[in-house]
C-alpha cells in the first residue's frame, strides 16, 4: 500500500470563466499531488452549502481570501498527518471541524477544494486514473445535454428558462456526440444571425447563444431548425432547464413567464404542451425549489425525466424527501451545493436505489478544471451537463471523456436509444 498520509495542503486564488475569484487546492500525499478548483453558481438554490465570499469592494466582493486562509490556517494543520483515504473519514474530519449545517464557518468553497483535491492525490498515490480509483466498475460515458441557447441569470436576454438543451443520444460514441453538437450549433448560429444580426452572435455563462429572445417556444423552434439543416432529426433529442425558483414571486405563488403569470396548474399545462410539441424528453427545475408537490404532479402527468437542481442541491436529506412524495424521478449532481465528495457520491447512491437517474453538471462559474467528466464515469451516470462546446472550460471535460473513452475502448459504453436506461430518449 502507497504511503497515504497528507503531507500538505495550500490554497490559492484562482479565476474562473467569469474573471471572478475561486478556490484551488493542493493536497500532496504520498509525494504526490492532488489539485482542484471549486465551481460558483450564478443561478443557485437556497439550501446550497454556503459558498464563503469576502465582500467589500476587492473584485466586487466576490474575492475567496477568507477561504483560502481557512484552508491554509486552519484545515491544513488540523489534517496534516491524516491519511488521505478514506475519502469518507478525510470528509467527516472536514465536517466534523466546520460544525456547522451549511459549511458557513469554514466555507463550503474550502472545505470542497480540499476534499476534491485529496481525492485526486489518493488515485495518483495509486497510480489510477480518479475515475477508476472511484469505481472499479466505471464504464459508462455520459451523453451530454447540450445548452446552445442561454436564458435566465446566465444570459443578458429576456428568455426566462435557462437553457435549451439538444441531447445526442442517438450518437454512436462521444466524439460523434460531439461531432453532431458542433455541427447543429455552427447551424444555430447561422439561423440566429439571419434572423437577429450579430448581436444574437453574444453568448451567455455557458457558451451558448444568447439572442434577443422572450419566446421559450421560439427558442425552441430555432433550435429544431437548426438540428433539421444539420441532419440529424433522428439522433437528437430536446431538454430545458427552466430554474423556475428565479421567476416565481411567492406573495402571488405564480411564474411570471414572458411577460405572462402563471399558476402552478398553468405551468404544468404549459409544460405538456412543449413535451408534445418539441420532443421534449427532460426538464429541471421546472417549478419552485419547495414545490414538493408540485413536481411530483408533473413527474406523475408528463412521463419524461424531471430533473431536481434547486428542489435537491444535491443534499441527501432534500433527496429523501422528494423520492417520499414522488417528486421528480432525476437528481441533477453537482458537488459543490453539498460541499464535499462523500455526500455528494451518497446522494448518487441515495438516487440510483430509487430508481432515480442522475446527470452530473458543471457550474456557470467553472475554471478548466476537468473534474466532472472522471466523476461522471466514476457514477456511471450516463449524462453530464457542461455547456456549448465552444469555450476552454466547457471544452476542458469534453476532452477529458474523449481521453476517457479512449482508455476504456472497447470496455466503455456509450449510452444511445437502445442502450442503459440512464439517458432520456424521448
Keep these: 500500500m502507497p504511503d497515504l ?37 450564478r443561478s443557485t438554490g437556497s439550501y446550497e452549502a454556503h459558498e464563503l465570499r469576502d465582500g467589500g469592494a476587492r473584485f466586487g466582493g466576490f474575492g475567496v481570501r477568507t477561504a483560502v486562509a481557512n484552508v491554509n490556517d486552519r484545515i491544513a494543520p488540523h489534517l496534516i498527518g491524516h491519511d488521505v483515504a478514506p475519502q469518507r473519514a478525510l470528509d467527516a474530519a472536514l465536517i466534523e471541524l466546520d460544525g456547522t449545517d451549511d459549511k458557513s464557518a469554514l466555507g463550503a468553497n474550502a472545505i470542497l477544494g480540499v476534499s476534491l ?72 448560429g447561422e439561423i440566429l444571425l439571419d434572423k437577429f444580426g450579430k448581436a444574437a452572435l453574444n453568448t451567455g455563462d455557458e457558451g451558448g447563444y444568447a439572442p434577443p429572445l422572450s419566446d421559450p417556444e421560439e427558442a425552441l423552434g ?38 405572462q403569470r402563471h399558476d402552478r396548474a398553468g405551468m404544468i399545462e404549459l409544460y405538456q404542451r412543449l ?34 437542481d434547486d428542489l435537491f442541491v444535491t443534499n441527501p436529506a432534500r433527496l429523501a424527501r422528494g423520492i417520499e412524495a414522488g417528486a421528480a424521478n432525476s437528481l441533477l449532481w453537482k458537488v459543490n451545493q453539498i460541499g464535499t465528495l462523500s455526500e455528494a457520491l451518497d446522494a448518487a447512491d441515495q438516487a440510483y436505489r430509487h430508481d432515480y437517474t442522475v446527470v452530473v453538471s458543471e457550474r456557470s462559474g467553472e475554471t478548466e478544471d476537468a473534474i466532472i467528466a472522471d466523476l461522471s464515469v466514476a457514477l456511471n451516470a450516463g449524462q453530464i451537463k457542461t455547456g456549448a462546446p465552444v469555450r476552454g472550460e466547457r471544452t476542458a471535460k469534453y476532452n477529458a471523456l474523449l481521453l476517457i473513452a479512449e482508455e476504456l475502448g472497447t470496455a466503455g459504453v456509450y449510452p444511445t436509444r437502445t442502450g442503459s436506461p440512464t439517458v432520456p430518449v424521448g
Design 117 to 188: 483535491a485529496a481525492a485526486r492525490a489518493a488515485a495518483a498515490a495509486h497510480e489510477l486514473p480518479l475515475y477508476r480509483y472511484l469505481n472499479a466498475n466505471a464504464h459508462v460515458l455520459p451523453v451530454p445535454q447540450v445548452n446552445l441557447i442561454n436564458g435566465g441569470r446566465h444570459a443578458s436576454n429576456d428568455l426566462d428558462f435557462q437553457e435549451f438543451i439538444m441531447i445526442p443520444s442517438g450518437a454512436e460514441s462521444m466524439l460523434h456526440a460531439l461531432q453532431i453538437a458542433t455541427e447543429v450549433n455552427l447551424q444555430l
Design 275 to 308: 413535451i408534445a410539441r418539441f420532443g421534449i424528453v427532460t426538464i429541471e427545475d421546472p417549478l419552485h425549489e419547495d414545490d414538493f408537490e408540485g413536481f411530483a404532479e408533473l413527474t406523475a402527468a408528463s412521463g419524461i425525466q424531471i430533473v431536481g
Design 5 to 41: 498520509s497528507i503531507s500538505s495542503i495550500t490554497a490559492r486564488e484562482v479565476l474562473d470563466c467569469r474573471g471572478l475569484p475561486t478556490v484551488q487546492v493542493d493536497v500532496i500525499a504520498g509525494g504526490v499531488l492532488g489539485r482542484a478548483d471549486v465551481p460558483s453558481g
Design 222 to 259: 430555432y433550435l429544431h431548425e437548426a438540428v433539421g439543416r444539420a441532419g440529424y432529426d433522428d439522433l437528437v433529442s430536446y431538454g430545458l432547464d427552466c430554474a423556475a425558483t428565479h421567476y416565481y414571486d411567492a406573495a402571488t405563488e405564480t411564474y411570471l413567464l414572458a411577460g
